[in-house]
Nanobody, 125 residues
């Protein structure tokens, strides 16, 4: 069973940066995309960013594009989300996930088969 483990969350001030990581215990051959989602209290889980694991192509939500950067280290089986210019609306639990689906579906949480337990990011204004 594949395990995804997030780390790096914490409390930061508005305007600061933070990097969260997601380590895979193994990489199932069928995983094509890895993604980050976030969920704030009382809100639905929303897509943040995704990366094509093999080619490295990246995809972002409009709310984070230009501020967040997704990347991966294939040798370490680890994915990263570098977050800059954080504001209070970025406060949420951040989840990493692995998808075996196609590109057109990667912004939907239902396209992801593997999920981490989440890491809390809190931005103080």
């Amino acid at each position: 069973q594949v395990q995804l483990v997030e780390s790096g969350g914490g409390l930061v001030q508005a305007g600061e940066s933070l990097r969260v990581s997601c380590a895979m215990s193994e990489r199932p051959f069928e995983v094509r995309f890895m993604g980050w989602f976030r969920q704030a209290p009382g809100k639905e889980r929303e897509f943040v960013a995704a990366i094509n694991w093999s080619a490295g192509h990246t995809y972002y939500s409009t709310s984070v594009k230009g501020r967040f950067t997704i990347s991966r280290d294939k040798a370490k089986r680890t994915m990263y989300l570098q977050m800059a210019a954080l504001d209070a609306e970025d406060t949420a639990t951040y989840y990493c996930a692995g998808s075996t689906s196609i590109l057109s579906a990667i912004r939907q949480a239902t396209a992801y088969k593997y999920w981490g337990q989440g890491t809390q990011v809190t931005v103080s204004s």
